[in-house]
């Protein structure tokens, strides 16, 4: 554990963040940002770990963004919160956003910045910013454009319009819709089959795809990684595993 609002496990090669702060709407203040990072930093210097998995105490609300006490009073500042959500993007191994209830301000961009979002049925999630009078940092800008789209940017920031589970599925900010009593499965299933590919490859991937979404793909690093993967251990290792007609056991080398 990190700090008691911010939680932090591993088991296996997956780990966990849980928001652990559910009489505030688990609203991110300098605390809790400061323990996201190095919960950020711990998954980066393990390289046991494959699949991060974040998600939260309690049903009402998934993450209610930054705390705005702090916000108005300066303590913490737009470009706090981009450090921990632009941290979180760039992450080396994909990450799972178990979103158990409603999500609001910087706490969608908290989830938009994971690769994979599971919802659940009846929730809803807005973005405030406009009606703080409040204009979103570029970065986070950025992001909702590369993950969105600029029209959906458009409906998210500047009408500050409000979506609930089906549309958010609908418009691809989710990935999967599932029941409440549901998500805890979906999410530990993902986060198991994720865990047992092959690392190099997922995590390859992963970068090369960040590159495309953001408007180009670096030849030269695509194809360092390319040949990564293709001297490795694990693709011996994943042809072998498919002649023997077997489960493939990946070390990530």
């Known amino acids: 554990m990190i700090e008691e609002t911010i939680q932090y496990a591993t088991e296996h090669h997956i780990a966990r963040i849980t928001l652990n702060n559910v009489a505030t709407h ?7 940002l400061v323990a996201l990072q190095h919960c ?13 998995v974040i998600s939260n105490r309690g049903e009402k ?5 930054a705390a ?5 009073s300066g303590k913490i500042s737009p470009n706090s919160f981009q450090d921990t959500t632009d941290q979180l993007a760039a992450i080396r191994v994909p990450s799972i956003c178990a979103i158990n209830g409603n999500v609001y301000g910087g706490g969608v961009e908290l989830a938009l910045s994971c690769d994979f979002r599971i919802g659940v049925r009846g929730s809803h999630m807005r973005v405030p910013a406009a009606k703080l009078g409040l204009c979103y940092p570029i970065s986070g800008i950025n ?5 969105l789209g600029v029209s959906l940017a458009k409906r998210i920031l500047m009408a500050a319009e409000q979506f609930d589970a089906k549309e958010l599925l609908h418009i691809g900010f989710l990935d999967y ?12 299933d993902l986060a198991d089959s994720i865990s047992l590919l092959a ?7 992963k970068h090369l795809l960040q590159q495309a979404a953001s408007g180009e793909i670096d030849p030269n690093y695509a194809e360092e990684l390319s040949k990564l993967c293709a001297e490795s251990a694990d693709l011996k290792e994943g042809f072998a ?8 056991v990946f070390t990530g080398t």
């Not at 688990?26 to 809790?32: R, V």
């Not at 950020?40 to 991060?52: A, C, G, M, P, T």
């Open 177 to 188: 819709l599932v029941g409440a009593d549901e998500i805890v499965n979906k999410t530990q």
């Open 241 to 248: 595993a498919s002649r023997e007609k077997r489960a493939p």
């Open 199 to 205: 690392p190099l490859a997922v995590q390859s991937m």
């Open 26 to 32: 688990n609203a991110l203040g300098e605390h809790e």
């Open 40 to 52: 950020f930093s711990l998954v980066e210097e393990n390289k046991d770990i494959r699949v991060l």
């Open 61 to 65: 609300t998934f993450c209610a963004g």
């Open 68 to 72: 705005l006490n702090q916000l108005s």
């Open 143 to 147: 992001r909702y454009v590369e993950r």
